[in-house]
């Protein structure tokens, strides 16, 4: 089974090994503050799954993406964007409810494995790929490995400093590239400058200002959102070249619901890195979006993690 928990939802699937879904279901993670509650509801509703879909025997193993998510523990720690703070042993608690192998894994990392298993990164070696959304994440293949570092922490991107003493993160710094290129990031832009300026902006209007509602109005060719998204994409071009000059990868696959926002911001991404990067890399790094979908990227890539575990279950 593999298993993506997000701030917004939470979704549980039966995936065979050639990757294909065989059924899957969710619920709204937020409506389980309380990480006993979360457990049970999610155990519960994957054996109901399970049953339901050839039964428990049929069953291997569990992977799990979470954010800050720690694969070395299989623990969840200090995660800014859910609702359970400090340190978590989710996949022991998991392991204990459901008896099999519980392999748990940060969001960016099994983003990764799901695009190295399934997706654009499928066939290279040296890769990163970057998880443009609520945060702000990353991983990097190198020769054929997910690099995962001496605790488990590597490829945080999102809380390296872009803007000395610049906005407060999530995490509780400063001037993170997270809190620039991500989505309230993002949104902050788009308010910092309706406030700076009397211009017309169709923006204004919005009930809601969301990097999807941003890019509508870029569509429309409003200047000011479209101006919105070349500050972003210049912020992100300095962060990823900077990146891309220590780990020097084949490609940047970009993924996440924010990477969808097209020319207006790739444009002003490409230009920026190549303004960036250590000249020997320029014009041999390709920036390329994912095609495969954001739902199902983090369960294939879940369920990739799964089959990496030794097998382990108190029922067979």
Sequence with gaps: MGIDISNERTTYAIVDIRGNIIAEDEFVTMDYPNINDFVTKLSESMVELMEANGGFMS??????????????????VNAPNLPWKGVIPLAA??????????????DAHVSALGEFSYGMAHGMQNFVVISLGVGLGSSFFSHGFGHKGFRGFSGEVGHTCLVDHGRRCGCGKEGCLEAYCAAKGIVATAEEMMAASDAPSLMRQLEKLSPRTIVECCD????????????????????LANYASIVDPQAIILTGGISHAGKWLLEPLRQSFDE??????RDNIRI??????????????????AWEVQEYSLFK
């Design 276 to 281: 960036h990067v250590f000249q020997n890399m």
């Design 59 to 76: 069953i291997r193993s569990v992977g799990v993406s979470s954010p800050s998510a720690n694969s070395l523990t299989g623990c969840i």
């Design 93 to 106: 608690m998991m392991r204990d409810r459901l008896g099999m192998a519980v392999a748990l894994g940060n």
């Design 220 to 239: 429309k060719g409003d200047e000011m959102a479209i101006e919105v998204f070349k500050r972003t994409g210049y912020l992100l071009g300095i962060g």
């Design 288 to 305: 390329i979006v994912s095609r495969l979908n954001d739902h199902e990227r983090e369960v294939l890539g879940a369920s990739a993690l």
